[in-house]
């Protein structure tokens, strides 16, 4: 078996060279991380499920016309992706107030927002990705503004359609992160959805409840993360109640 070049590795997912030219292979690892690495831990099945939701929610993106840098899964772990060029900037889209936006400003965790906001986070873990103005994200040359307002543009769409998918199954979309790149085709460059958009990258609670369903139950010592992984995926249809003799547990879909 050769061996694969390895093009990049993060705190939850690794990337490989890819079968032809413009691809890559996107591994998800089984870490969970919080506070820029402070807090690490594996955490067994946690890379297999987001790769099985971010693969379900890019799909449905996909299409909808929403331009993704998603090609198909390849196995339980890995997905084909094409290769874009990062923008450095996480872009957070909140509809109720937690996090670092209560800490901020005052807010009560839980207080539903008068609108949706975007706030934008210059990549950069040796500073702490810190929170960055559009004035800043132009005046650096991190995205032009023509960039910006199709960044913009992407992440409100994308904001209408989880909100919806997640309130369909009972699930409360509070605020997620995506990352963005530049695909380049002939002369022609467009930007695209890039990264994974799972339970590690969205927060998520229960409708009836407002149990969290998401690495907040990491972050905050909360125990159960797995398993509110797997409520999530069997929510989507993902993950199946496996009923056959001398089997227990949910199974994956195939």
Known sequence: MNRRRRIYEGKAK???EGPEPGTLIQHFKDDAT????EKHEVVDGKGVLNNRISEYIFNNLNNMGIPTHFIRRLNMREQ???QVEI???EVVVRNVAAGSLCKRLG????TQLPRSIIEFYYKNDELGDPLVSEEHI???GWAAPPELDDIMALAIRINDFLSGLFMSVGIRLVDFKIELGRQIEGDMMRIVLADEISPDSCRLWDTTTNDKMDKDRFRQNMGGMVEAYQEVARRLGILIDNDRPGQSGPVLVK
Do not use: H
């Not at 919080?34 to 690495?37: D, G, L, T």
């Open 138 to 140: 132009t005046a650096f």
């Open 14 to 16: 690794i990337l490989y």
């Open 87 to 89: 923008i450095p900037i």
């Open 80 to 82: 084909l992706i094409r």
């Open 34 to 37: 919080a506070f820029n690495n």
């Open 107 to 110: 807010l009560e965790e839980g």
